[in-house]
Each structure stands twice: as C-alpha cells, then as structure tokens.
C-alpha cells in the first residue's frame, strides 16, 4: 500500500498522511511499520508490528505503537491464536 494523504480544504493544508510497509520474511513471519501524521491533534504515530506462525494451529502477534508527537504511548499488545480443527 502506497502513501495516503488528505488535505483539508479550508485551511489549504495537509491534515492527515500515512504510509506502511508489510513485508513477508518467509511463510511463517511477517512485519509491518507504517506511520500516520495527523495536523489536527499534533499526531505522529508509529507502528511496528510482527507476526509469526508457530506452528499449523498457533499464531504470535506483536504490535507497538508510539505517538511521537506527543510524546506518549498508544498501543501495545501481544496475542495468540490458537486454530481449531473443523
């Protein structure tokens, strides 16, 4: 996904941009890092996030978000999924 950008068209600037990059190591991990700028609330976040295939039934997902703007912690989480036989 390329870069996305908004304008706000009364103050004839840019309100919002955002771009990521996800990348495939091999066919059991996968990252993305992508930023988001938004004008309004002086936001500049970042986003690193993994994901590993353990095995056929569990799933490890990272994700880490800091807002470097403001200075402060958005989001952090770690989850596992576990697939179940149908």
Same mark, same amino acid.
């Given at each position: 996904?390329g ?5 706000n068209a009364?103050?004839?600037? *840019?309100?919002?941009?955002?771009i990521g *990059?996800v990348?495939q190591r ?5 990252y993305?890092?992508?930023n ?5 609330l002086?936001?500049?976040i970042?986003?690193?996030?993994i ?8 799933n *490890?997902?990272?994700a880490q978000?800091?807002d470097?703007? *403001? ?6 989480s770690?989850s596992v999924?576990?697939?179940?036989d149908m």
């Amino acid at each position: 996904m390329g870069p996305v950008f908004a304008r706000n068209a009364d103050k004839r600037k *840019l309100a919002t941009a955002s771009i990521g *990059l996800v990348a495939q190591r091999d066919e059991r991990m996968s990252y993305y890092v992508g930023n988001r700028y938004i004008d309004e609330l002086h936001s500049n976040i970042t986003t690193v996030a993994i994901d590993y295939q353990v095995s056929s039934k569990y799933n *490890l997902s990272f994700a880490q978000s800091f807002d470097f703007g *403001l200075g402060e912690n958005v989001v952090s989480s770690v989850s596992v999924v576990r697939r179940f036989d149908m």
